[in-house]
């Protein structure tokens, strides 16, 4: 059985809002006007256990919303949702001992207290048992390198050591099911990169389901295979990364060597004349030249034949485009909505 499974989930919220024309707003706070706002609408998830997916979309999109309902925080107002076997919103306490949440922006950590205090109290609050706590401490402790700063209070620590911490405090219970909400943001690479190596071998290692919401593409494409796009509370897109870079990359790079032994450095710049339609010069610097060309105008193979056909190439590599901006392209264009028409 799915771990998630959510079928025409629905959230709406009414907000009320001061109505125009009004003189002195003694009217409109009494009688307000009232917006009804679709945050989710009509999405449907199907999540397995032991999967690492991407929920991605902009600001506003919906991302937030459906996180608190998986939780439990929010109660939808319409359609089906199982998380675990369990409904969020009835069995709530039930479903707080089998996930675990992780905010990039705000810590679940006693802000005045050492880390390992925070982690015994958590302890404690989902009672776990002695054995399985010092057995999951001590792996946590070799995984995230947590002895440095195990007895720091949780103020004094930089923001990489506060992220372990708070990733050590969402899996000290042994969750199934992981929530990410922003887990690299405002890290630097060395901790970025400690962060997703151990969410890999958490995954691997335990099959621990992981759903990673982020604005760090870099984190999607290191860390999950799918990926969900969703927009005013719609799902735009549910599949794998590569397909969605193949379906929407616009496009492609090919960077060729060209073969200038023999020649001066000046005859080395070889005019690159008569481009194939589809193909344009980005740049060129001695023998290597930067061409662009779209996946739709012309395949990769024809144009390194049309090139070797006529200049000596030494090396050609290609550069798929950044699936940020890939994404990008999707937002500002709507490409996901016009392949549905």
């Not at 616009?250 to 060729?256: D, K, S, T, V």
Request: hydrophobic share 40%; with cysteine; charged share 30%.
């Amino acid at each position: 059985m799915a771990i998630i499974e959510a079928e025409g989930l629905q959230k709406t919220f009414r907000v009320a809002k001061r109505r125009s024309g009004v003189i002195g707003g003694m009217r409109s706070v009494i009688d307000p006007e009232i917006r009804i706002v679709r945050a989710v609408n009509d999405l449907s998830l199907m999540i397995q256990h032991g999967e690492m997916v991407a929920l991605i979309g902009p600001n506003g999109a919906g991302k937030s919303t459906t996180i608190k309902m998986l939780t439990g925080i929010l109660t939808p107002t319409g359609g089906k949702l199982h998380v675990a076997g369990l409904v969020p919103t009835r069995q709530r306490r039930t479903l707080a001992s089998r996930v675990g949440v992780v905010f990039g922006q705000r810590t679940q950590l006693w802000w005045d207290l050492p880390l390992i205090d925070s982690l015994l109290l958590s302890r404690h609050l989902y009672r776990v048992p002695k054995q399985r706590f010092q057995a999951n401490l001590q792996l946590l402790r070799e995984r995230l390198d947590l002895d440095e700063f195990l007895d720091t209070p949780v103020r004094q620590l930089s923001l990489g050591q506060r992220m372990r911490g708070d990733l050590a405090m969402a899996l000290v219970h042994d969750p199934e099911l992981l929530y990410l909400d922003e887990p690299t943001i405002g890290l630097d690479v060395v901790a970025k990169a400690r962060i997703r190596e151990f969410l890999l071998a958490l995954n691997a290692e335990r099959r621990t389901t992981v759903l990673l919401t982020t604005h760090d593409m870099d984190d999607v494409e290191l860390l999950c295979p799918r990926m969900i796009i969703i927009d005013h509370g719609r799902k735009l897109y549910d599949g794998s990364v590569d397909e969605i870079r193949e379906r929407f990359g616009g496009e492609r790079a090919l960077i060729a060597t060209l073969d200038a032994s023999g020649t001066t450095r000046q005859d080395s710049l070889i005019e690159i004349s008569d481009l194939p339609y589809g193909v344009r010069l980005v740049k060129q610097e001695e023998a290597r030249v930067w061409l662009s060309f779209e996946k739709d105008a012309l395949p990769a193979h024809e144009l390194v034949a049309w090139l070797g056909a006529r200049y000596p190439l030494h090396d050609v590599t290609f550069q798929e485009p950044e699936i940020e901006d890939v994404i990008r392209r999707i937002y500002e264009e709507d490409l996901l909505l016009q392949k549905r028409a």
